[in-house]
């Protein structure tokens, strides 16, 4: 009975270990990001519209093609998800997979399994798994938002 406790709190104390990383992962993914090339810069032409807006964006629901600009816009959901804004009604869910290293998370999204990797603070590459070949990784770059 006391090994039946103990293998219980242990898995316990690693769920609740793992759960941490997770919830710090979707905070630091927080907020509106915008399309950027392959070599980061931002997009030009009919595209832009979906890069950061100069004056940056006010609200998820403002996100989009049809709204002030930018891509998306990323908030934490339970279970270590991710509801993420595209200028629809409604958040796509992004339902947590597991961790692929220190910086990358693997999620799935209507049956796509996506990696997204936190290259750098305000730069984030969103790539399918198993890759497609001839289907580039997407990066994002992190948009301002307006106060």
């Known amino acids: 009975m006391r090994a039946v406790v103990l293998l219980l709190g242990s898995l316990l ?11 710090d992962f979707a905070a630091r993914l927080a907020g509106p990001w915008g399309h950027v090339s392959a070599t980061w810069a931002p997009l030009t032409g009919a595209l832009s519209k979906t890069s950061c807006p ?3 964006v006010a609200r998820r629901e403002n996100v989009g093609l049809f ?7 990323i908030e934490a ?4 998800g991710l509801n993420v804004y595209d200028g629809g009604p409604l958040p796509r869910l ?3 997979v597991e961790v692929q290293g220190p910086a ?3 999620y799935r999204e209507a049956g796509v399994e996506r ?11 969103q790539g399918r798994v ?3 070949p001839g289907l580039p990784v997407t990066n994002f770059a992190r948009c301002a938002k307006k106060r």
């Open 130 to 132: 198993p890759a497609v």
């Open 77 to 80: 959901a339970a279970g270590g």
């Open 94 to 96: 992004f339902q947590y």
């Open 13 to 23: 104390a690693a769920s609740a270990a793992r759960a941490l990383p997770l919830d």
């Open 115 to 125: 990696l997204l990797t936190l290259v750098s603070p305000d730069r984030l590459t």
């Open 104 to 106: 990358s998370v693997l």
């Open 54 to 56: 100069y004056g940056g």
């Open 67 to 73: 709204g002030e600009g930018g891509a998306i816009w």
